[in-house]
Every structure is written in C-alpha cells, then in structure tokens.
C-alpha cells in the first residue's frame, strides 16, 4: 500500500514553518516489522517479542524499572506523514486526525503500554510494540508507579 497517498475525502495541509519544541530521542526500538504494512494495527502484549535499546547517555535512568510490570513507551513515528487533516481508514468513512489513532498526525507521537519481559545490557525486552524497526524512542513511564496520584503501590513484574 502507498502510505503517502491521498485517499479519497482526505484533505491535507501545508505543515507551519514555526517548530516548538526540541525533542531529545533516548533510544531506538528495534521490531520485527520492517514496513507499515507489517505492523499491527495496535501492539498486543502477547505479540512479538522487541527490543527498546536505551542510548548509553540515559541508561542510568532504567534503574529500578524492572519492579514494573507495564510501561509506556512514547516514540516518534519517523516514517509518517504529517499534513492530513482529515483521514480515511480502511474501513470507510472520513474522520478528522484528531478522532483517529492513525500515526499520521501533526506531531507522530505514538503511546504504547508494554509488557515489560526483561532488562538487559541497557535494553528493554517488551511484548506490545506496534512500530517499524528503528523508530526512535522519545520517553519511558512506568505504567503506575508510588509517586502516581491515587495509587499506593508500585506495579511489579513477575519474578
């Protein structure tokens, strides 16, 4: 499939020349799904085993993320298009981008939460992702965590 036409009812935009914020990539994720069309339509944590290398700058900051059991992962969907307006999935009909979980958006931000399988050599070991090989990763959350509001206990990954 052509990912960068233009379906019919879509409408695009020219993106602004004005950029707002600097993004600092911490690592890459490293997936079996060399194209878009490989991926799944959303990650599911019995899915493929992936790799999130952490940059060796910021490995010091997974310590402790092996007592949680789910993470988010935010990334940058490096591959998307980015001037659609509104959008229309394969299923029919038109949408805005807003009411759509499509990667093509303004700003490609995707969120997964992941099954966190293991911690290894300044890597993540998930189940979960649905991205392409090499998509750049932008933060890790733990899913819930004892400083999270409501929430009186960490969330911890099976022995």
Not at 9 to 31: C, Q
Not at 45 to 64: F, S, Y
Not at 83 to 92: A, F, H, I, V, Y
Not at 110 to 125: I, Q, Y
Request: aromatic share 6%.
């Amino acid at each position: 499939m052509d990912w960068q036409a233009t379906r019919p009812g879509e409408t695009e935009a020219p993106l602004p020349e004005r950029s707002d914020a600097r993004l600092v990539f911490i690592g890459r994720i490293r997936t079996p799904f060399a194209t878009r069309d490989d991926c799944p339509r959303q990650g599911d944590q019995d899915g493929p085993l992936c790799r999130v290398e952490i940059d060796p700058h910021w490995q010091a900051a997974l310590k402790g993320i092996e007592a949680f059991a789910e993470l988010d992962l935010l990334y940058w969907m490096h591959e998307a298009r980015r001037d659609l307006l509104t959008q229309t999935p394969r299923g029919g009909g038109t949408l805005g981008t807003f009411a759509l979980r499509s990667p093509v958006r303004p700003n490609p931000i995707a969120l997964s939460r992941v099954k966190l399988e293991g911690v290894e050599d300044g890597a993540l070991l998930v189940r979960g992702l649905d991205c392409l090989d090499g998509t750049p990763l932008i933060d890790i959350k733990p899913h819930r965590c004892s400083h999270s509001h409501g929430t009186t206990e960490t969330s911890h990954a099976a022995s």
